[in-house]
C-alpha cells in the first residue's frame, strides 16, 4: 500500500515500542524490570479525582470553546505569569490554548509555524518527538550537538555559529528528556543574547519553550521558565507546558501552549479543524490540578529526588559507565560506548539487556546519541535496585 509521502522517513516512538515489547515479556510471566516509564508513577491526587467525578454527575459534559473553558485557560495564564515574573505584558487566558497533551501543543505549533523546508532546531540529546514532527511539517530538522558532553548543555559560542537565516523555530527543552539537562538563569540569559542578537539582525524566528518537566527539578535554585531568564523575547516565545508529568496525570492528556493572541488564534483554528477542544471532563480537573499548592506535589517531588540519589549511588559501583547527572525530570542518560563492540550502537545491546538480563531500557539513537541508553527512575525504589543491579551484573559481571 502506497501511504502519503509525508510519512515517509517517520518513525515510531521507541519509547513506547520498548515498553510495549517489555509488557509482552511481563505477559509471559517473565520478570522484567521495566526502566522505560516516560510518566510518573505517583497517583493522581484525590481532589482531582473528585472535580472530574463532580464534573460528571454535573453533566458538563459537551463540546466546550477550541482552546478550553475559561477558568481553565485564565489558571494556565496566571500559572504562567508565576513563572514569567518579568515579562512586559502578562498573560491572560487569551494567551492560551489547552492541547491534548504538551505532545500536541507541539505539533501544533510546528504545522503553524514551519513550511517546507524551513529549519529547526534543538539540542542533541533531545525529546524523540522532535525531529519527527518537523518532518511531518515537511521541515528540516537540525539537531545541535554540544561538544560539552559532561553535560550536555549549548554554548552561547556554538548556539551563534549554528543558528542561520533559514530556521523558523528553536525548540529548548529544560529540564530536558532524556538527559535532565536544566539551564540556570545565567545560562539561559547567555543564549538569550544570541538569539536578540540574531532578532536585531532582521532574523523572523521563534522560540517554543518545552517546560513540561517544570516541576522536577533537583537544582538549589527553582525551576528556570525560558521567559523568566528572557522576558525580553515575550513576542518570540511559545511557552509548552502540561500536566503530563507535573500533576502525574499522563494519560488525561492536559497540554497547552501560552503565546501572543496572535499566534493562538493560529493554533486554535487549526486545531478547531483537527480535534477540537479536549475532553471537558478533564478540563474541569485540570482547573482544580492547577489550584492545588505545590506542597500537595512535594511527596512526589521528593520521591523523584531520592530516587535520583539511590541511582546515582548505584551508578558510581559501576567501573566503566558515565553518564549526565540529571538536574531534573526523571531519567539517567547513560553513554554505553564501553560496553559496545566495534561498531556497535546501543540498540542491540539494549535488545540483549531485555532479552537476556530481562531489563528494559531506550537505546538513544532516537535522542540523537546512537552509543547511549536511557533509563527512568519512576517506578518502585525495590524495582528501581533490582534492575540496576541486573544491569552490572549483565555488563560488568558484578
Ligand atoms: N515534551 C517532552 C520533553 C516530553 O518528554 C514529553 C512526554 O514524554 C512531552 C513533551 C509530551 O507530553 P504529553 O504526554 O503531555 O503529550
Not at 513540561?212 to 525580553?232: K, Q
Not at 501552549?257 to 479536549?278: D, N, R
Request: glycine content about 6%.
Amino acid at each position: 500500500m502506497k501511504f502519503a509521502d509525508r510519512l515517509d522517513g517517520v518513525t515510531e516512538s521507541a519509547t513506547l515500542r520498548l515498553n510495549a515489547m517489555a509488557t509482552q515479556l511481563k505477559s509471559q510471566g517473565i520478570d522484567v524490570v521495566n526502566l522505560t516509564a516516560g510518566e510518573p508513577d505517583a497517583n493522581v491526587l484525590d481532589p482531582i479525582k473528585a472535580a472530574v467525578e463532580k464534573a460528571l454527575r454535573e453533566n458538563r459534559s459537551k463540546y466546550t470553546p477550541v482552546p478550553g473553558i475559561p477558568d481553565l485557560r485564565a489558571a494556565i495564564a496566571q500559572k504562567t505569569n508565576l513563572q514569567q515574573p518579568k515579562i512586559a505584558s502578562p498573560w491572560t487566558g487569551k494567551n492560551v490554548v489547552v492541547t491534548n497533551g504538551g505532545k500536541q501543543a507541539i505539533y501544533n505549533v510546528i504545522q503553524a509555524m514551519v513550511n517546507p523546508g524551513d529549519s529547526v532546531q534543538f539540542i542533541t540529546p533531545y525529546w524523540l518527538s522532535y525531529p519527527e514532527m518537523v518532518k511531518l511539517a515537511g521541515g528540516k530538522p537540525e539537531a545541535l550537538e554540544p561538544t560539552d558532553r559532561k553535560t550536555f548543555k549549548l554554548s552561547p559560542k556554538e548556539l551563534e555559529e549554528a543558528l542561520h537565516a533559514k530556521v523558523k523555530l528553536f525548540i529548548l527543552n529544560s529540564p530536558s528528556n532524556p538527559a535532565g539537562v536544566t539551564y540556570s538563569l545565567e545560562e539561559y540569559q547567555k543564549l538569550g543574547e544570541i538569539f536578540q542578537k540574531a532578532l536585531d539582525n532582521g532574523h523572523d524566528f521563534y522560540i517554543l519553550s518545552d517546560e513540561i518537566y517544570d516541576r522536577i527539578v533537583f537544582t538549589e535554585a527553582p525551576f528556570v521558565s525560558w521567559l523568566r531568564a528572557c522576558p525580553g523575547l515575550q513576542s518570540r516565545t511559545i511557552t509548552v507546558n502540561g500536566l503530563s508529568k507535573s500533576s502525574a496525570m499522563t494519560g488525561w492528556r492536559v497540554g497547552w501552549s501560552v503565546a501572543s493572541e496572535e499566534m493562538i488564534q493560529v493554533l486554535s483554528t487549526l486545531q478547531g479543524q483537527q480535534t477540537s477542544g479536549i475532553s471537558s471532563l478533564t478540563q474541569y480537573a485540570a482547573v482544580e490540578a492547577l489550584r492545588l499548592p505545590d506542597t500537595d506535589y512535594q511527596p512526589m517531588v521528593q520521591k523523584f529526588k531520592d530516587r535520583q540519589k539511590l541511582t546515582l549511588s548505584i551508578l558510581n559501583k559501576f567501573k566503566k559507565m558515565k553518564w549526565v547527572s540529571p538536574e531534573g525530570a526523571f531519567y539517567f542518560f547513560l553513554d554505553m560506548s564501553s560496553y559496545l563492540k566495534r561498531g556497535e550502537t546501543a540498540a542491540p545491546l539494549a535488545e540483549r539487556l531485555l532479552s537476556e538480563a530481562h531489563v528494559a531500557v531506550v537505546p538513544g539513537e532516537p535522542f540523537g546519541a546512537p552509543n547511549w541508553i536511557r533509563i527512568s527512575f519512576a517506578l518502585d525504589e525495590r524495582e528501581l535496585v533490582k534492575g540496576l543491579e541486573k544491569m552490572h551484573q549483565f555488563l560488568e559481571g558484578a
